[in-house]
């Protein structure tokens, strides 16, 4: 049988083929990477860098005016200079005062209002809904400013209603008591600073979780509630029985995002104490303190151990109610 040859010319175009093929393949696999780009370039510089910097600079001196050939490796110095620091463990103890005052009525007083809101007409939930949730989506410096100028300790509005009050006939039996120490420093003694600004993060916020709840109560079936009347459950029962069990992810939930952020307070006490002028003692948080340390007295290094010891505090926080209430919170038994 004959046999014809095959030149070698005619290899190449079936080599050309594959090489177009395996380019192709290869293309096709770094498309996607390559429109990630611009996000994977940008969330590197400002965002894995910053981490890995920051636990260099811990170790480290630095005064960032004087540029980086100022740094100087000091080991744990930073860090032994911050735990032995008692103005670092005041801080610390005025964000936990703050961060309970304000977080625990938030849960406590987002919960019955999202049952409430849930059994609401349709239109009327979703009008309340949206009026609770204005005050997370405003801005944290526009709200804390418009406190400041009610927390005015000569022209606010809080002081003026309780001078007349005070002053009134029909109320002065109940606010009399008040005219020795009218008009009262809300944000500027240090008895009243941390319930001033716990009271404006509270109000800031506790729309937020009663948008968590109220979405987590829209997803329980409706017939329980129904089979629960037939058997002649009253509101608080249905509530106790029915809703709490089944809004344990959305509790766990919310109580983790309060725990995280409360224990992060910075914009709420820096505005209402004016840069923390008027926090002496009591209305300074380890956020504000960081922030003095950093860009007060340009002490990058102690700041940066001081934000790395925040970062374990919460995280053994956050640990411990995960430890608790996490498997229960998640679905578990």
Known sequence: MDSTPISSGQHIPRQKTA?????RRILNRLTPYGFLSPYLIIYGVFGIFPVFFMVYLSFHTWNPVEGLSSMQFVGLENYALSLTDPTLWQTL???????????????LIALPLAYFL?????????????????????????????????????????????VYLADASWSSWLFGGLSSVLPLGWVQEN????????????????G????????GLATINHDLYEAATIDGANSWQRFRHISLPLLRPFI????????????????????LTVGGQFAQTAGKTISNYLY??????????????VS??????????????FWFFGRQGLGGE
């Open 93 to 107: 103890w005025n964000t936990l005062v703050m961060a309970v005052l304000s977080g625990v009525p938030q849960h």
């Open 208 to 215: 937020f979780n009663t948008v968590i709840y109220t979405a």
């Open 252 to 271: 766990f939930f919310g109580v983790t995002l309060t725990i995280i952020g409360n224990m992060n307070l910075f914009d709420e006490p820096y505005v």
């Open 118 to 162: 849930i059994m609401m007409a349709t239109r009327m939930r979703h009008w309340l809904t949206t009026a609770y949730f204005l005050p997370y989506i405003t801005s944290t410096v526009s709200v804390s400013m418009i406190f400041y100028v009610m927390f005015s300790k000569d022209s606010g509005i809080i002081n003026a209603v309780l």
């Open 19 to 23: 090489q177009r093929r395996d380019l």
């Open 191 to 206: 008895g009243l600073i941390r319930y001033s600004v716990s009271f404006v993060v509270w109000w800031k916020y506790v």
């Open 292 to 305: 003095q340390i950093a860009w007060e007295w340009l002490d990058m290094g102690s700041a940066a151990a």
């Open 308 to 321: 790395w010891i925040l970062f374990m505090i919460i995280g053994i926080f956050t640990s411990i109610y």
